[in-house]
């Protein structure tokens, strides 16, 4: 009897020791990986980082709560995908995508950005439309901005906040100010389609709207809602048309 005990507790030493070593294998391969090409059917996760041996971020694929480190706590965050970084760790662009059913319609919007370094987007592939019982607003296209240098944002920002502040004609004095003076980002571009209602009206243009260094319309090639062709060039305040392509009425 005696002995069959002593191989119960050998069996079961052995057992301990094999639990203990797989254990310790399954946590070392949950850091580094000790079989190479490993395969899942299914991962569920939050958030998912790609991060250089130093650590470094490169790149983040999320849902809305872990988009952005260390602000879960801060106000709520509608937008999830993929993110990229340089190699100091910064945003440099990413696909986002955002989209909810709303009273009398909806609010969407997905984009392919390219960021400025240390900056917001410069270059965005992008698709948004806004429906709700007062209107609607679709675009579809290319947008290329022009933005100061990341040594400028702080001073950059602060005029935003300003300029939110301010009623509409001193507003645009003061963009129009911020702008020949670098210190404000200027749409320079945009190729696709702008459609929705407005004021009752309805609108679909579709062409290349061009812009000067200052954000103000300079020309504009488009097709209009009665597929009308124009072909404008304004002054260099964007107020006024100073040449328009005048065809035969069919």
Known sequence: METTLLRQMRALQICVLALFVCTVLLSINCFYPLLPGQRFNVIDAERINIREKNGTLRAVLS?????HEGQRAKAETRIAGLMFYNEEGQETGGLVYLGRAIPGGQDSDVSLTMDQFRQDQNIYLHHEEFKDTQGLRVEDGLTVNARPDWTTAREEYAAYAELE?????????????????????????????????KGGATYDDAGLFIRNKWGRNTIRLYVDNDNRPHFQVYDP??????????????
Do not use: M
Request: hydrophobic share 35%; no cysteine.
């Open 165 to 197: 502040k301010l009623p509409q004609e001193q507003r645009d004095e003061l963009q129009l100010k911020s702008a020949k003076a670098g210190k404000i980002r200027a749409n320079r571009l945009f190729f696709g389609v702008q459609r929705g209602t």
């Open 237 to 250: 305040l964007g107020k006024t048309i100073i040449y328009e392509l005048k065809l035969p009425q069919p």
């Open 63 to 67: 849902n809305s709560l872990g988009f």
